[in-house]
């Protein structure tokens, strides 16, 4: 045996531990998701029904006005559904009679009596002051993306991405994301449904069986393609 051997291996580990790459330090890079945010702003989405002194009914296309902001309301709404009748105008009898029609109407097209709320708001001087509907949404506003042609792909001297890359991905989903406000926060938890929790405890104090029932129609058949 070479008695040099020990020494080459010792060497070798020698080298091997200088060759180590260090840790680096500082902040960690920002991802695609950092560098290219979403930013989601609260806004308000409002319809106005025209309101005259001698209207006693709301027009059908009023009511097809309003159907149709419920809808909207039911989908993309947060907080209560406003109703801001006029004040003091040459038309207040008619806007209140017109505003709980208003309010049935929303409430025939799905939307809850109580996230209605009632308000008023000053009309003097206005002949025909027109019932306000108005509620709170989010809106999802994409980044901006620097074009290819402004960046050189092929020659990153850092090793790392270029300027816009994840931008495309991330204005897809800020035009696709349903409800903004889910880039803010959580969605809160429905309450548990429980029925069916309580009738397989039911069953597995009383030995019976806890699963559905099962039919002779139940049946597994392994293919043999792979054989």
């Not at 897809?172 to 889910?182: F, G, K, S, T």
Request: hydrophobic share 40%.
């Amino acid at each position: 045996m070479n008695s040099r051997l020990p020494l080459i291996l010792a060497s070798l580990g020698a080298l091997s531990a200088c060759a180590s790459v260090p840790t680096p330090k500082g902040p960690p890079l920002a991802s695609a998701m950092d560098r290219h945010r979403i930013e989601v702003a609260q806004t308000s989405e409002r319809v106005e029904i025209p309101v005259k002194a001698d209207d006693s009914e709301l027009s059908p296309e009023a009511r097809e006005s309003l159907e149709s902001f419920a809808a909207s309301y039911l989908r993309y709404g947060h907080g209560a559904l406003v109703l801001s009748a006029p004040s003091g105008g040459a038309n207040a009898d008619a806007a209140s009679v017109l505003a709980h029609q208003t309010r049935m109407s929303l409430v025939e097209a799905g939307v809850s009596y109580a996230a209605v709320a009632g308000a008023t708001y000053d009309a003097s001087g206005e002949a025909a002051a027109p019932i306000i509907v108005s509620f709170d949404r989010f809106e999802a506003q994409a980044p901006d993306c620097a074009p290819l042609y402004e960046q050189d792909l092929a020659h990153q001297s850092n090793n790392q991405a270029w300027d816009s890359f994840g931008c495309a991905t991330q204005a897809n989903l800020a035009a696709m994301i349903e409800d903004p406000r889910d880039l803010l926060e959580p969605r809160a938890e429905d309450p548990r449904d429980s029925a069916r929790r309580d009738t397989v405890m039911q069953a597995y104090r009383a030995g019976q069986q806890t699963h559905a029932p099962r039919s002779d129609d139940e049946r597994i058949t392994i293919s043999n393609a792979a054989q």
